[in-house]
């Protein structure tokens, strides 16, 4: 009588695949993609000279920026808003959702007490996107805090 070989059953991790995955997850996972990221270092790469003399004007100058720094940077800020607004209108329809569904489920998490991190992203993504103080305050930064405007 041949004897078979017996195979053993070795235990393996599965990892539960069922549950649900949030729709701002999805959206969120759209806009924190590589080619995204990429598309808006771009736009800062472009606009950094613009942003630094912006940083400048500020230290060196009490009464802000001038008129002609103030419509650049309110051209930029339109160019930057058309990017964010178009890479969110891709990622909607990627997960299939309209804008009502969106803003219902962004008013949810932003009505929720603690400030997860859902509630962060979209919370920057207002800020940058739709706020023109908040989108110079973050060039400024970003600009002051950029290699090549520290001389590195």
């Known amino acids: ?8 059953k070795q235990n ?10 949030s729709m ?8 924190t993609d590589h080619g ?8 800062f790469d472009e606009k950094k000279g613009l942003f630094e003399e912006l940083h400048l004007e500020s230290e060196g100058n009490a009464e802000g920026q001038n008129k002609e720094t103030e419509h650049k940077c309110f051209t ?10 178009g890479k969110l209108e891709e990622a909607l329809k990627s997960v299939d959702c309209t804008q009502e569904d969106f803003e219902k489920e962004c008013a949810a998490v932003m009505d929720q007490p603690q400030e997860g ?10 800020h940058s996107s739709s706020d023109y103080e908040g989108f110079i305050s973050d060039m400024r930064t970003k600009a002051a805090l950029s290699p090549q405007a520290c001389g590195y």
Do not use: G, N, W
């Open 12 to 21: 393996t991790l599965s990892v539960d695949t069922t549950e649900e995955i």
């Open 117 to 126: 991190y859902e509630h962060l992203f979209l919370k920057m993504i207002i």
């Open 24 to 31: 701002l997850t999805k959206i969120e996972r759209c806009l």
């Open 36 to 43: 995204v990221r990429v598309q808006i270092q771009r736009f």
């Open 1 to 8: 009588m041949d004897r078979q070989p017996s195979f053993q």
């Open 76 to 85: 930029a800020f339109q160019e930057f808003k058309s990017i964010i607004d």
